[in-house]
């Protein structure tokens, strides 16, 4: 089993290459925030719970992620990898789920970190908020989302640097050229893997 991770801010585009990249290869994609999003719409009790979160643009605490998330993986444990797209958002999340994948004999092979600059990311992200019906793509939302990432995710990226997990890519280009990238990266991190 393959498992990668798409690192980056609001806004980078991990969602639109998490697609592309799980459809190549046919990895399962796994996005917390659509996964949260889809129970808010269909309002069961958890949705309930997230909604306050997801509306101010702070992190869903720990508990209530990895929960959800276990039961996810529960329910698909025959896939051949998955892209995490928003996971992991902070240290304790990332260490977590190394742990947990060491007991099964499994580990996040790659992460790959898209970069784009903030105002990019603003310009973006408001954009997408004219259609997208998220209750998040606002500007005041916007600016609490990126500090989030500034203080709490952001750092994760040293902690894959140290293990040697780490490859980054410039997001601030057409969609195609940043999926290229990452198809060569991915493509390689799998050899390397099977090897
Ligand atoms: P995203 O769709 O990845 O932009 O996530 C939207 C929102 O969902 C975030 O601003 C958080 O409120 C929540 N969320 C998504 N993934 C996580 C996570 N791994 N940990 C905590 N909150 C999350």
């Known amino acids: 089993m393959f498992n990668m991770i798409l690192f980056g801010p609001p806004g980078s585009g991990k969602g639109t290459q998490s697609k592309l990249v799980s ?37 869903i605490p720990d508990h209530i992620v990895m929960r959800e998330l276990y039961r996810y993986a529960l329910n698909h444990q ?18 977590t789920l190394d742990k947990v994948f060491h007991k099964k004999e499994l580990r996040i092979e790659l992460v790959v970190s898209i970069i784009v600059p903030e105002n990019i990311l603003m310009e973006r992200v ?20 990126l500090e989030i990432y500034r203080t709490q995710t952001h750092p994760v990226i ?6 040697h997990r780490l490859a980054e890519v410039a997001g601030n280009r057409p969609v195609e050229m ?13 050899d390397k893997h099977i090897d």
Not at 38 to 53: D, H, M, R, W, Y
Not at 126 to 145: A, C, F, P, T
Not at 158 to 163: A, N, Q
Request: charge should be positive; charged fraction near 35%; hydrophobic fraction near 35%.
């Open 23 to 59: 459809e190549t290869f046919e990895f399962l994609h796994l996005s917390t925030g659509e996964l949260f999003r889809q129970e808010i719409a269909k309002k069961t009790l958890i949705g309930n719970v997230v909604k306050k979160f997801i509306d101010r643009g702070i992190l």
């Open 78 to 95: 025959d896939a051949p990898g998955i892209v995490f797209d928003g996971f992991p958002r902070n240290s304790d999340q990332a260490s």
């Open 126 to 145: 408001l954009e997408r908020g004219k259609d997208s019906g998220r209750s998040d793509d606002n500007i005041e939302v916007m600016h609490k989302r």
């Open 158 to 163: 040293d902690y894959y640097k140290k293990s």
């Open 178 to 190: 940043v999926a290229k990238d990452i198809q060569y990266i991915v493509k390689a991190a799998i």
